[in-house]
């Protein structure tokens, strides 16, 4: 069955650490795979995507994330937190042509500590 | 460019009750799909709409509907509405990357329904 795994539902992080958001993902075909960042009240932003080619993609606000096939994972990094970074974000696979769902993580929530 | 429009922003309903949502899609593009956001279950999807035809449609109860107008915007209509259908819903229209045929979503603020 395809599936999006967050493992990490908060965390918390002082600002101008490092940060990492795992995301592990379950798909029978090669999969697009996705990050979006969600505010309180909004809807969702699209952060960076990944369809093929370098494995390592960069996305807006100083993000970016690495697709591991053979560890079925694309986790997030940002190597300085902001404070406007607090929010939460979530980890998509699907919409690939021909299929037109997305499938998402449960999120995971960021704490950033001034 | 005007991103993706959702109306009402905010709605409050009784059980049994109906509601229809409203969303207009980015200029352009012509998918809009919907989705679900509950704190229990996360995002899920409902359906997706393409020149007014449905594509696919998520496991959601019949009471759940939706149609596409000849202009890209969508509407969802939820009927004898419960308590579990309190939920923030969120309209996406979708522009298909050229290259590789992906479906890359562009996310409304979102509809936020209360159901008491």
């Known amino acids: 069955a395809q599936s999006v795994t967050q493992p990490d539902i908060h965390i918390t992080v002082s600002e101008g650490a490092s940060l990492e958001l795992r995301c592990n993902y379950s798909y029978g075909a090669t999969p697009y795979l996705f990050w979006y960042v969600q505010s309180p009240g909004q809807g969702l932003q699209l952060l960076l995507k990944?369809?093929?080619?370098?494995?390592l993609v960069q996305g807006i606000k100083g993000f970016e994330a690495e697709f591991k096939r053979s560890q079925s994972s694309f986790n997030l990094r940002k190597p300085s937190v902001h404070w406007s970074d607090a929010a939460e974000y979530f980890c998509?696979?699907?919409?690939?042509?021909?299929?037109?769902?997305?499938?998402f993580g449960t999120g995971t929530r960021l704490k950033v500590l001034a | 460019k005007a991103g993706v429009t959702q109306t009402p922003r905010y709605l409050i309903k009784t059980r049994g009750q109906q509601v229809t949502l409203s969303c207009s899609p980015i200029?352009?593009?012509?998918?809009v799909s919907w989705y679900q956001q509950t704190p229990g279950q996360g995002l899920q999807f409902l359906f997706e709409y393409f020149s007014e035809t449905q594509r696919n449609k998520g496991n959601f109860p019949g009471r759940f509907s939706g149609r596409q107008f000849s202009n890209s915007r969508s509407e969802m209509n939820v009927s004898t509405l419960e308590l579990g259908d309190s939920a923030l819903y969120l309209c996406?229209?979708?522009?298909?990357?050229?290259?590789?045929?992906?479906?890359?979503?562009?996310f409304g603020a979102g509809s936020r329904l209360t159901v008491l």
């Open positions: 200029s352009g593009h012509r998918s």
């Open positions: 998509a696979v699907g919409g690939g042509s021909g299929t037109y769902k997305y499938i």
């Open positions: 990944y369809f093929s080619g370098d494995t």
């Open positions: 996406a229209s979708s522009l298909v990357a050229r290259l590789t045929g992906a479906n890359v979503l562009t």
